[in-house]
């Protein structure tokens, strides 16, 4: 462990060693983003489907993000124009597992008291 009077190293876009996980961040902060990728994880889906299950994600919003995140390597358009996970994208919705445990963790239901975890 560091001690307060250590420098903490850069973690600034200036930093070539973070561009990756900068880059990454940009990406997965969009708004759907991670959501298509969790709704994909299980197997492909076709867009009506896959809007259906995005709720309140418009269709136009939903194609841009499913074209930038083609364009990222995370998800393919098959040829009978369903949606899948690339290799990346399975790894990334994998990775999303501790989130979804840390989920039902620390998010409250309707009938905890406010505070508990």
């Not at 060693?17 to 298509?36: E, F, K, Y």
């Not at 009978?80 to 979804?100: F, Q, V």
Request: with cysteine; charged share 20%; aromatic share 6%.
């Amino acid at each position: 462990m560091r001690s307060a009077s250590e420098a903490t190293p850069s973690r600034g876009q200036h930093d070539p060693a973070h561009a990756p996980m900068l880059a990454a961040m940009d990406l997965l902060g969009q708004r759907w983003v991670l959501r298509v990728i969790w709704e994909l994880e299980p197997g492909r889906l076709g867009f009506l489907e896959l809007r259906r299950r995005m709720g309140n994600c418009s269709s136009s919003m939903l194609s841009t993000r499913l074209q930038h995140l083609q364009t990222a390597g995370l998800v393919t358009k098959n040829a009978d124009k369903t949606y899948e996970l690339t290799p990346a994208g399975t790894d990334l919705g994998e990775a999303l597992e501790p989130l979804w445990t840390w989920s039902q963790h620390w998010t409250p239901t309707a009938t905890d008291s406010p505070g508990e975890p």
